[in-house]
């Protein structure tokens, strides 16, 4: 990126900060279709935003100043971008056609990926069909999938979202989190004989992860089961062999991970095993071909008329041109609700660094706050932030414009709600409309003139809206790529790593350490407050 680039994009801002959106609209009749694009069956009307075209241009060119095409193309071409951990960054190619050819170390990284996939698509049509049975011959109504991270949060919100297209025959629960409440809980209401779990661990020495499988081993053998038998039941997605047979999986129910395919870039490998039981094989491929499809958008589209990159410049111009800290995804779909912290962690996870490739400190923000709910549940609650405090938050709000219900005046509803939103959040509403209105209500001067400051909306807040042909498989694979690819544009442009994640290992490792303080393993050093909670913590359950 070019210090000269940075600079036009400033002035730019410098002659549009105190531009209101209304003004903009007012002058130009074609705004609305002036900026929009389509592509790979979304489309996305970017219009209300706090941009020009003089504007806009400098956003691209100072992608372009970044090396953009070039960084993209590296990646695509599984070269080592992954700096600091030495790696190719390739969750690209897990979406890859069988005939496609991409290189690590000299081998075809797509004929083991295609070679894995076909191995999904054999278990899953066992399971579905009966024909893989636990060990007292019954057929798999469950299945608990175990991760954390990237290997749960992915799987879990893509199941969640394509609801409509779960498989009859068999449940999928989702277990992350080590509070023994949760892996509880979910055994409470299961049958060990017809379940199944899968368990995903890169190392397989996940602490929370391996924690809650081998409670549901417990669980397994006190329900009947016994050592043997866990080769029937247990699968697992991981690289370590090894600890995975020492635990009593079969090598045969051992799905592989690779290095250049980070966590919570890894739903498209056999972390996605879950989702493929859940939906069936044939509807996880629509996932994987929706996700191809907005990779050779993103390839192949001029960067002016590019999604990811028009998403991920204006999300630069609002972090560190206007300061705007947080960014906010509001999907009008209930399927879709999860769909938040999902990108919650792809985007904060990814880019919130403070060391740029060169080994310098950086000076400006990366990476926004990543929040949001629901449609029209938050505008009974955080959109009032949105419209009339001090703090500006850029919106993405999420449509699909065909729902998988026939209640057509309840999706109406859902759309007239969401367009009326982005709608308040541009104009807003001057205190002289809002005293005209109550004046002509009958309301006296002096209280109207009092209560017009109050109900004062100032708008110009940014939104984009997005709208979906309808939530199936492969668009919301096109959804996730989306913002994926958004993200490394923004990584890009900030010059940042954004496939390490350092900040989350040293959790892991202070973890365990207070573990065995907890535990009386060892007597750890630490700080004086964590050693306070610690004696506290174990004083009490004494």
């Known amino acids: 990126m070019s210090d000269q680039a940075w600079q036009n994009v400033e002035q730019e801002y410098i002659r549009m900060k105190n531009t209101h959106m209304r003004d903009l609209f007012a002058a130009d009749a074609d705004r609305a279709s002036r900026f929009t694009t389509k592509a790979c069956g979304f489309t996305l009307d970017y219009s209300k935003n706090r941009i020009d075209e003089a504007s806009l241009k400098s956003l691209i060119e100072l992608a372009e100043s970044a090396d953009l095409t070039e960084k993209r193309d590296a990646m695509f071409a599984g070269e080592i971008i992954n700096t600091t951990e030495q790696r190719a960054v390739l969750h690209t190619a897990l979406r890859r056609k069988a005939d496609d050819n991409v290189l690590v170390d000299g081998e075809n990284v797509v004929t083991e990926v295609h070679q894995t996939l076909a191995k999904i698509k054999n278990f899953v049509q066992q399971v579905h069909s009966g024909v893989r049975q636990g060990y007292t011959g019954k057929a798999f109504t469950d299945v608990v999938a175990i991760g954390i991270g990237g290997s749960f949060l992915g799987p879990k919100i893509v199941t969640e979202a394509l609801k409509p297209y779960r498989a009859s025959t068999i449940r999928v629960h989702f277990v992350a989190n080590v509070d023994g409440h949760h892996i509880t809980d979910v055994l409470a209401k299961l049958n060990a004989e017809t379940t199944l779990v899968v368990m995903s661990s890169k190392s397989f020495t996940t602490q929370e992860t391996l924690k809650n499988t081998e ?80 990779d050779e958008h993103f390839q192949s589209a001029p960067l002016s008329q590019n999604l990811p990159v028009l998403m991920g410049v204006l999300g630069v111009w609002y972090s560190n041109f206007f300061g705007c800290q947080s960014h906010v995804l509001l999907p009008y779909s209930h399927y ?142 096109s959804l996730i790529a989306l913002y994926e690819h958004k993200v490394f544009v923004q990584g890009v442009i900030w010059n940042i790593n954004s496939f390490d994640q350092w900040g989350v290992e040293l959790g892991k490792v202070l973890g365990n350490r207070v573990l065995d303080a907890l535990q009386d393993k060892a007597q750890p050093q630490l700080d004086a407050s964590t050693q306070q909670l610690v004696d506290i913590f174990k004083s009490s359950i004494n």
């Not at 999986?249 to 919570?264: A, C, T």
């Not at 909306?457 to 997005?466: A, D, E, F, K, Y």
Request: glycine share 10%; proline share 5%.
């Open 215 to 294: 409670t549901t081993r417990d669980w397994f053998l006190q329900s009947g089961g016994s050592f043997n038998d866990i080769a029937k039941h247990f699968m697992c997605v991981s690289s370590n062999i090894e600890k995975a047979t020492e635990f009593g999986i079969s090598e045969d129910n051992i799905f592989p991970m690779w290095d250049w395919v980070g966590g919570r870039y890894s739903l498209w490998s056999a972390i996605g095993l879950p989702i493929a039981l859940a939906i069936g094989f044939d509807n996880f491929e629509q996932v994987l071909s929706g996700a191809r499809e907005m």
């Open 336 to 477: 879709l609700r999860g769909f938040p912290a999902y990108v919650q962690q792809l985007d904060m996870e990814s880019n919130g660094k403070g060391t740029d490739h060169n080994d310098g400190a950086i000076s400006h923000t990366t990476g926004p706050i990543i929040w949001g709910g629901e449609g029209t549940n938050g505008q009974h609650a955080f959109h009032q932030l949105m419209h009339q405090g001090n703090t500006i938050i850029p919106a993405d709000f999420i449509l699909p414009v065909k729902p998988a219900h026939d209640e057509t005046e309840h999706h109406q509803m859902l759309a007239s709600n969401c367009f009326a939103q982005t709608q308040a959040l541009m104009q807003g509403e001057t205190v002289e409309e809002i005293k005209s209105n109550l004046l002509a209500k009958g309301i006296d001067e002096a209280q109207a003139d009092k209560l017009a400051r109050h109900k004062f909306m100032p708008g110009n807040r940014p939104s984009n809206t997005l709208l979906m042909t309808e939530l199936n498989p492969s668009q919301l694979g």
